[in-house]
T-cell receptor, first 109, second 111 residues
Framework: GENVEQHPSTLSVQEGDSAVIKCTYS??????FPWYKQELGKGPQLIID?????GEKKDQRIAVTLNKTAKHFSLHITETQPEDSAVYFC????????FGKGTMLLVSP | SQTIHQWPATLVQPVGSPLSLECTVE??????LYWYRQAAGRGLQLLFY??????ISSEVPQNLSASRPQDRQFILSSKKLLLSDSGFYLC??????????FGEGSWLTVV
């Protein structure tokens, strides 16, 4: 089955800095790559996704890049704010959806 | 638009008692439905998924069961809870583009 590795497990940045979270996957047939943000005590919320026919997608301060050859994709958050603090999950879909183990992002004022 | 509801939001149950968590989806028909659990830590563990009424697939052997009595209703149950069943339970549904949408979660504490 699919194997998804997510790094780092914890990331601390200062407000205004950029944050990058990376995921690798094993199944080259996977074609859909969403990112979720989970705030404490709440369900994960989809924040951005990318499909295999696109290399990059941006939505205001967040972007996702995909390298299908290398089988990795990354979440980029620019100009981080304290409200960006949360746990972020990547996921990979081919048939079923497989999640990474999550990254706790802490943005300090 | 589609919405997903699950309840109760918080539950404290004694060891050996039964459990029933309910989930309903509105605004779509015949969705794939999922139950996930988050124990201590952050990982999302898939427990059950269903592609239709009465069709349940189990991902891990455990003390829990799931049922789908109606198209947009998914129920997580246990006959006798264990301490290890404590955790944050999430119901989810998948749209035709493989995007999964989660409910707000149910906190279960077994004491």
């Amino acid at each position: 089955g699919e194997n998804v590795e997510q790094h780092p497990s914890t990331l601390s940045v200062q407000e205004g800095d950029s944050a990058v979270i990376k995921c690798t996957y094993s199944d080259s047939a996977s074609n859909y790559f969403p990112w979720y943000k989970q705030e404490l005590g709440k369900g994960p919320q989809l924040i951005i996704d990318i499909r295999s026919n696109v290399g990059e997608k941006k939505d205001q301060r967040i972007a996702v890049t995909l390298n299908k050859t290398a089988k990795h994709f990354s979440l980029h958050i620019t100009e981080t704010q304290p409200e960006d603090s949360a746990v972020y999950f990547c996921a990979v879909a081919g048939g079923t959806l497989t999640f990474g183990k999550g990254t706790m992002l802490l943005v300090s004022p | 638009s589609q919405t997903i509801h699950q309840w109760p939001a918080t539950l404290v149950q004694p060891v050996g008692s039964p459990l029933s968590l309910e989930c309903t989806v509105e605004g779509t028909s015949n969705p794939n439905l999922y139950w996930y659990r988050q124990a201590a830590g952050r990982g999302l563990q898939l427990l059950f998924y269903s592609v239709g009424i009465g069709q349940i697939s189990s991902e891990v052997p455990q003390n829990l069961s799931a049922s789908r009595p109606q198209d947009r209703q998914f129920i997580l149950s246990s006959k006798k809870l264990l301490l290890s069943d404590s955790g944050f339970y999430l119901c989810a549904w998948m749209d035709s583009g493989n995007t999964i949408y989660f409910g707000e979660g149910s906190w279960l504490t077994v004491v």
